[in-house]
């Protein structure tokens, strides 16, 4: 889809300057009016001047007003509309005063009197002074509450921010006290270079997520990359024990997903299947397109949850001699990440397969990115193939 060249500017960006404008616009249509009247009328074009004196009467009168008004509109309901209500009068007042007044310099063979004169130009300028009023209290009002909506739209905004990434930053710390406590044994045992590559792949998961905002999408192709550099880190603990299987559809490489989006999955599938089994688990990371949706599966070979110290794999607990004790977010965090992101549109289902295990199917909408060449450069270190 074409771009515009020039983006368009909401007319009340600047207030100033549309105050102006509808004030140099209402006035010019008053005056017009007026002159068309007299035009009608068989009034001589030397009465003109008139209407020019009265417009700039009018003019000037409604920017004391508007100074006036500007410093009612902010005070409680009654004392505003009071006050209007006083100003208004006398503003109307003087408005034909004046009228009247150049009226009868004007029109010396004129035979009304002032008073006369006064009471014919008093409705006019009531009208036009009195709609003047309304319409700047209309127009306020209407930009107060404008602005009411933008603050609170902007702070649910950055409460929702706030909330993703209390739920991004959820990572699990036994992840990260297991991964330096690996390191400082491999430093221990004297392996340095397996205890180096630990420490590289450790630090460019970590970099990633902070360099990434909560609130940001990837793609699966990233998202996948960045979870092959966790998986890297958690192999050299499990080694032989943590297997490993993508089956990742090359039309989903570029649909759009929350970041770190999958990781918790996987650490919780390697803590309730690989960590729990003698002989570990494998853990199978699925891709597919549904129609308009992106369905990701999260599936291991693990007891699922018909051993006693995965009961609590859904809540995120476990049991310490008969008290529960906090594992991390467990999969609740995946799912308040979901309605944040998507609402009512994603689907978020536990299930336990017929041949065992235990599996999380996931389903977004299909949104996409363009293709790119790269991705980010922190995930170009040299890294472990996931197999």
Request: proline share 5%; net charge negative.
């Amino acid at each position: 889809m074409s771009v515009l060249p020039i983006q368009p500017i909401p007319f009340f960006a600047n207030k100033d300057q549309a105050f102006w404008r509808l004030q140099t616009a209402g006035w010019a249509g008053a005056m017009l009016l007026r002159t068309m009247s007299l035009i009608a009328n068989n009034q001589p074009l030397t009465s003109l001047v008139l209407v020019l004196i009265a417009t700039i009467t009018g003019f000037s009168i409604s920017l004391v007003l508007s100074v006036i008004y500007r410093a009612l509109i902010t005070r409680r309901a009654l004392v505003t509309w009071g006050l209007t209500a006083l100003v208004l009068p006398f503003a109307v007042a003087l408005h034909a005063f004046i009228d009247a007044w150049v009226w009868s310099l004007w029109r010396t063979d004129s035979e009304a009197s002032f008073t006369q004169l006064f009471l014919g130009v008093f409705y006019l300028d009531a009208t036009l002074l009195g709609a003047w009023t309304a319409l700047y209290y209309m127009v306020n009002f209407y930009l107060q509450v404008e602005e009411q909506n933008d603050q609170l739209i902007q702070l649910e905004n950055q409460a929702t921010s706030a909330q993703l990434a209390m739920l991004r930053y959820q990572l699990n710390p036994h992840f990260l006290f297991n991964t330096l406590n690996s390191i400082s044994t491999l430093v221990l045992l004297k392996q340095t270079e397996p205890a180096n590559a630990m420490l590289s792949r450790l630090s460019s998961f970590l970099r990633y997520t902070l360099v990434n905002k909560p609130s940001a999408r990837v793609t699966v192709a990233q998202e996948v990359d960045t979870l092959k550099l966790y998986l890297d880190i958690e192999r050299m603990r499990f080694e032989e024990r943590l297997r490993t299987t993508f089956q990742i559809d090359p039309a989903t490489e570029t649909c759009l997903l929350p970041s770190l989006l999958l990781q918790p999955l996987v650490e919780n599938a390697i803590k309730y299947a690989v960590s729990a089994q003698e002989s570990g688990a494998e853990i199978t990371i699925t891709t597919q397109l549904i129609g308009s949706m992106l369905r990701i599966t999260v599936s291991d070979t693990g007891p699922g949850l018909q051993s006693p110290t995965t009961d609590n794999r859904l809540s995120g607990m476990t049991y310490d001699g008969g008290e529960p004790v906090s594992t991390g977010v467990g999969l609740s965090n995946i799912r308040d990440r979901l309605v944040q992101a998507y609402g009512d549109n994603h689907r978020f289902e536990t299930i336990e397969p017929v041949e065992g295990g235990f599996a999380v199917v996931i389903e977004l909408p299909a949104e996409r990115r363009e293709p790119v060449e790269d991705h980010p450069e922190i995930l170009r270190q040299p890294a472990l193939a996931a197999r």
